[in-house]
């Protein structure tokens, strides 16, 4: 009988060793090879949809914008076109994003009451979008981390139920993109799964706690992780925004004329927009 008690013991020893190390993450990353896998998730080769901002004021009050988003990523460049379409003031304003491998990233900004298409400087990465608490470079760099601005190193890795998580931390290479961004640092945890941030929190070019953006809801669009719901809280001017998603759907024969700074002028593309939207 004592046999069989111990046989009872050993089993239920493996099976606790078991789910314990089910609950550790597969591998030792280093930081590079996390924040690798951040910038490499699969990406589908076209989507579009609607974006929707929600900005609130430290006293409550909203004001809200809506805008066609096109997103095009292909091995050697990834173009995002932002068409606002409400409110009737900024109908027509656009953005563009063209972030090539062998050349200089490159931006442009079309505000109808100028009838111009201006090109942004490196400088203005650190600007915020279009009055909400995204920034130029966080519209571009789409819940990644471009290798060449940030040093990454990793603090502990967070196990929670059955899923572990990678805490990844970045500081700019040097002064000049410390300035561009206007981040001294960064600090994300991210999913081991999707690898993607669940919430990135940065701190001002001083080292002061700036802003927290948090990931709500993702979804499966063609293979590829999309956060269709997120919001981003700015708790030196204690404002948010929040920003949802919709109408997102796979384009896989999108028009190559389509973002490019000489038709950025004409806004949103007619044939991409939904009258239903």
Excluded: C
């Amino acid at each position: 009988m004592k046999y069989f008690y111990l046989y009872i013991n050993i089993s239920l020893l493996g099976l606790f060793l078991t789910a314990a190390q089910a609950s550790e993450p597969a591998t030792s990353l280093s930081p590079l090879d996390v924040a690798k896998n951040v910038v490499n998730r699969s990406a589908s080769k076209a989507r579009i949809g609607y974006m929707h901002f929600i900005m609130r004021n430290k006293s409550g009050s909203e004001r809200k914008r809506s805008a066609l988003l096109v997103h095009s990523q292909e091995p050697a460049h990834t173009k995002i076109g932002i068409y606002f379409t409400k409110p009737a003031g900024l109908q027509n304003t656009s953005f563009l994003s063209q972030d090539n491998s062998d050349s200089q990233d490159q931006n442009w900004l079309y505000l109808p009451a100028t009838d111009r298409v201006r090109k942004l400087p490196a400088s203005s990465r650190g600007d915020y979008f279009m009055g909400t608490d995204l920034s130029y470079g966080d519209i571009k760099e789409n819940f990644k981390f471009a290798l060449e601005d940030w040093d990454f190193s990793l603090a502990e890795q967070q196990i929670e139920g059955d899923k572990s998580y990678y805490i990844l931390q970045g500081t700019p290479k040097n002064e000049d993109i410390k300035q561009e961004l206007g981040y001294a640092s960064f600090t994300s945890k991210i999913d081991a799964q999707t690898w993607f941030p669940v919430n990135i929190k940065y701190t001002d070019i001083y080292n002061a706690p700036l802003k927290e953006i948090s990931i709500l809801a993702l979804d499966m669009i063609a293979k590829t992780w999309i956060a269709t719901h997120f919001s981003v809280f700015n708790s030196q001017l204690s404002h948010q925004t929040e920003i949802v998603l919709s109408d997102m759907q796979y384009l896989p024969n999108l028009p190559s004329n389509i973002l490019t700074a000489d038709e950025l002028a004409y806004g949103a593309p007619l044939m991409l927009l939904n009258e239903g939207e």
